[in-house]
């Protein structure tokens, strides 16, 4: 059984058994939250989140891209986020590749070169500094105010708020 048919099979067991609000697409608690794909990062358990509470942005890294300040530009003007929370983490995979290296990589696999960025990186909290920093100075987002990153700790599951930079 591939993991699509599990899936498959576990959502036709649980069915209208899953819990939570499905009446709105309107986070209640008005955040979003934007992290890595790392499976080892379980943000409903972490931050002790109900169904339905925040918008969950997921990508290689937890780092904002054009497609997250796309995704978050909708959060806030349509679906009434105000905070967004930035959560990268310790033991990433984005430390050990670098842009150059793996864009050689796909350009020898493929014979393309991807134009877009990797956004490897070695330092997590200054690129944490830097995802906050594009968010709020994103002229699509009317809530940059509200912007504040952490890094996850996947050893301990504790987080660390990231202090920005004085201007």
């Known amino acids: 059984m591939t993991a699509i048919d599990l899936l498959l099979k576990r959502n036709a067991e649980l069915g209208d058994a899953v819990t939570g609000d499905r009446s709105s697409p309107r986070p209640s608690q008005h955040v979003a939250i934007l992290t890595c794909m790392d499976a080892r990062i379980r943000v409903f358990q972490l931050l002790g989140l109900i169904e339905g509470e925040s918008h969950i942005l997921r990508n290689a890294g937890g780092v904002v891209t054009d497609d997250t300040i796309r995704s978050l530009s909708l959060s806030q003007r349509k679906l009434g986020t105000r905070e967004v929370m930035i959560i990268q983490h310790t033991d990433c995979g984005l430390n050990s590749v670098t842009d150059e290296g793996f864009k050689d990589e796909l350009e020898a696999d493929t014979g393309l070169r991807p134009t877009w960025a990797v956004e490897a990186f070695r330092d997590v909290e200054a690129s944490v500094r830097t995802s906050c920093r594009r968010l709020q100075q994103s002229p699509f987002l009317p809530h940059r105010d509200m ?9 301990t599951g504790r987080l660390s708020e990231v202090p920005q930079a004085a201007e």
């Open 147 to 155: 912007v504040r990153g952490f890094v996850y700790d996947v050893h």
